[in-house]
């Protein structure tokens, strides 16, 4: 019997074998540091939070995170067992929590309503509505009252250019999955999902497309 269950997620790159490129692909095609430091500067993290990364690839912003706050309780999650390899080889001796899971199930070591701020970068784009939705709820279940998420993706491709760049990823990581992305439903599905104040707070023109920060809050 075949199973034609829609997959929860594309692969980094869109294929296992390009795994080993996907730090160095990104860095060039989006314009990472940019848009990290950015999100990076929004979040500001403080002595002693709870921090948790859905969707978190190879680490970049988890290891971002605590190299500008040692004291955060960093918590890394990921589906993808050979991209966690990297992340943890990447981490060295930090103290970050990998933890090899879909980003839209409950974190046996994090309960709910205990984190002050929940991340997620250029994840969305990559699923279908469906885990979109669930990650989302997650995020919200996650925080707690006054708790934070920021999400950095692909978002609204508002010039022609970057609607052309943007076709790269949409080749990729699927039409379907990345067309909420350009259609701008990210905030709306982040107030689908119980936040408030959702806004889009920067936008950064890469050469892949934009990749837009959006913010969103848990009602304290």
Avoid at 150 to 161: A, M, N, W
Wanted: net charge negative; proline share 6%; hydrophobic share 40%.
């Amino acid at each position: 019997m075949t199973n034609s269950a829609q997959p929860m997620f594309t692969t980094a790159l869109g294929a296992h074998e390009h795994t080993a490129d996907y730090d160095r692909v990104i860095a060039v095609m989006t314009r990472e540091r940019r848009w990290r430091s950015r999100m990076l500067e929004v979040l500001a993290p403080s002595p002693n939070q709870t921090i948790v990364d859905l969707g978190s690839g190879t680490g970049s912003f988890a290891i971002l995170v605590k190299d500008t706050e040692p004291s955060v309780r960093m918590i890394a999650v990921d589906p993808d067992p050979a991209v966690r390899a990297i992340a943890e080889d990447k981490a060295g001796d930090r103290q970050i929590e990998f933890i090899t899971a879909m980003g839209d199930k409950p974190i046996a070591s994090v309960p709910e309503g205990t984190v002050e701020a929940v991340t997620c970068s250029l994840v969305l784009h990559q699923c279908p509505i469906e885990a979109k939705m669930g990650i989302l709820k997650n995020a919200y279940r996650l925080l707690k009252p006054g708790g934070r998420l920021l999400i950095s993706d692909y978002g609204e491709q508002r010039t022609l250019l970057m609607h052309l760049l943007f076709k790269q990823v949409r080749e990729v990581d699927g039409c379907e999955n990345t067309k909420p992305n350009k259609d701008s439903m990210i905030p709306s599905f982040m107030t689908d999902a119980g936040l408030e104040r959702v806004e889009e707070l920067k936008l950064t023109h890469t050469p892949t497309g934009s990749i837009s920060l959006y913010s969103g809050w848990k009602a304290a």
